[in-house]
């Protein structure tokens, strides 16, 4: 037994937390304390995240051969390529219930619950396999699940006749209720670090500046290193997250002056980034500490949602992601891909720094990546493009390219991923959606 699992009387129990001022900052995993009151890696939590791009991606260059070290990723994969031995590509996989009821809501509403969907003014859907995984298990963190968006939910209805709220929203906590998006990440890390009132005006490394000390004196000194790099990111999300609480103060107080809704603005107007990188990667940086403070172990990331209004001046694009999507082919859409995808990358290498046990937040986390088709131009979606990073405690093997397309439709079914996913945290169900299986070779 390493040293690291070995019990001692000196072990702090991992369900220390530093509190004061009305937040409780849970920690992250460190050699002095057990983890999760338990020892060994089996008592190390299991995350998911799924992390959603509509339109589809450049299929010329949504490419991957090859495995391990040896893995050679297309141009709009290769953000991953300093994690890709803890990457699985996934080619064929696709969600009949989505299929043969028209374009962009029909294709987008049961993404995460393989559900059937209905036309007209009631919504219809599925309770979503990370509200599925959040109400087994999300009782063990602060927050059940993490529900994020980096553009407004649409209203009405498309020209098929589907609300929009199913092209806006990829979390569903039953058929007739999608979960909230929080869009703003100011608002995000003030539900997650029990931020309220005036207590927003103090830095939380201040709040708990004396239970910290106090605990930098028990732990060892690999820890005191951990510790401090811990709190300095914690407190360089803060300091972004300040600017950004600021611009919301101001949108809020212009809506009034104005006599109209926050979300009927534009950015950055409405109090959201204008950069479309700083949007996203707050957004990612949340999560990131959300998983490693075990805050929660559950979140998705609408990055650009179906129909999105998103612009891309920085990636020398002039249409806005829906318009670009109709020319999926062209070098500007691969860009957009990356892009989205490079959110992915960027989430899976962060918490790859972080150890945990035997490994890193990652080896024990499943990110998922993924698009509600695989061509814009043509809106097909008769297969869709998803990447995973993470091998969920080393109960999925990585590193590999998976390719269902000529498995037959009963053996592609993305629900049948989704029972593999929760089978490996612990969620075991005889049917999810509309697959009673696991996926083969998963």
């Known amino acids: 037994m390493s040293d690291r699992n070995r019990p001692t009387a000196n072990k702090i129990d ?31 939590p299991k995350r ?19 495995s391990g070290k040896d893995m050679k990723l297309g141009l709009s994969l290769s953000p991953l390529e300093s994690v890709k031995t803890k990457v699985n590509v996934i080619h064929g996989l696709f969600n009949k219930p989505s299929t043969g009821h028209g374009i962009h809501p029909a294709m987008t509403g049961s993404l995460l619950s393989g559900a059937e969907i209905t036309k007209g003014p009631i919504v219809h859907a599925g309770i979503t396999v990370d ?32 609300s929009l709220a199913y092209s806006s929203h990829l979390s569903w906590q039953n058929s007739d209720s999608p979960v909230p998006n929080e869009v703003y990440p100011s608002l995000a890390f003030d539900t997650l670090f029990e931020n309220r009132g005036s207590s927003r005006n103090l830095s939380i490394l201040d709040r708990v500046k004396d239970r910290a000390e106090s605990l930098t004196k028990k732990i060892s000194s690999g820890d005191k290193s951990k510790l401090d ?9 803060e300091k972004r997250i300040d600017q950004q609480r600021k611009s919301k103060n101001v949108a809020d107080d212009k809506a009034k002056t104005q006599n109209k809704p926050v979300f009927a603005m534009e950015r950055p107007a409405n109090g959201l980034p204008e950069d479309q990188r700083e949007h996203a990667r707050l957004m990612v940086d949340l999560i990131a500490i959300a998983f ?21 001046p920085f990636l020398d694009v002039k249409d806005g992601h829906h318009a670009a999507s109709h020319n ?55 297969k869709i493009p998803i990447i995973t990073a993470g091998g969920l405690g080393g109960s999925l093997q990585t590193g590999r ?16 991923l989704y029972l593999g996913i929760m089978d490996r945290m612990g969620v075991k169900l005889d049917q999810f959606g509309d697959a009673t299986t696991r996926l083969a070779n998963l």
């Not at 004061?20 to 920690?27: D, I, K, N, R, T």
């Not at 172990?297 to 209004?309: G, K, M, Q």
């Not at 790859?352 to 131009?377: H, I, K, R, Y």
């Not at 390219?401 to 049948?416: F, H, I, M, P, Q």
């Open 14 to 44: 991992r369900r220390t937390v530093l509190r004061g001022a009305g937040v409780a900052m849970a920690l992250p995993w460190m050699e002095s304390l057990s983890a999760w009151g338990a020892v060994g890696n089996d008592a190390l």
């Open 48 to 66: 998911f995240a799924a992390m959603f791009m509509g339109c589809g991606v450049n299929q010329k260059y949504w490419t991957a051969e090859g």
């Open 131 to 162: 509200q599925m995984l959040a109400n087994r298990i999300g009782q063990d963190t602060a927050q059940p699940s993490m529900v994020l968006a980096c553009e407004q939910p649409m209203t009405g209805f498309h020209e098929t006749n589907y």
């Open 229 to 237: 790099e811990y709190l300095t990111s914690v407190r360089e999300v």
């Open 292 to 312: 490693q403070t075990d805050k929660t172990r559950v979140a998705t990331l609408l990055l650009a949602r179906d129909l999105s209004a998103l612009y891309y």
């Open 328 to 382: 999926d082919t062209s070098d500007g859409y691969e860009r957009i891909a990356r892009f989205h995808l490079s959110q992915m990358a960027y989430l899976a290498t962060k918490l790859d720094a972080m150890p945990e046990g035997d490994g890193t937040v990652l080896d024990n986390s499943l990110l998922m990546w993924f698009s509600n088709m695989v061509s814009g131009t043509k809106h097909d979606n008769t």
């Open 401 to 416: 390219v998976l390719d269902y397309t000529t498995a037959g439709n009963d053996n592609r079914k993305v629900s049948s």
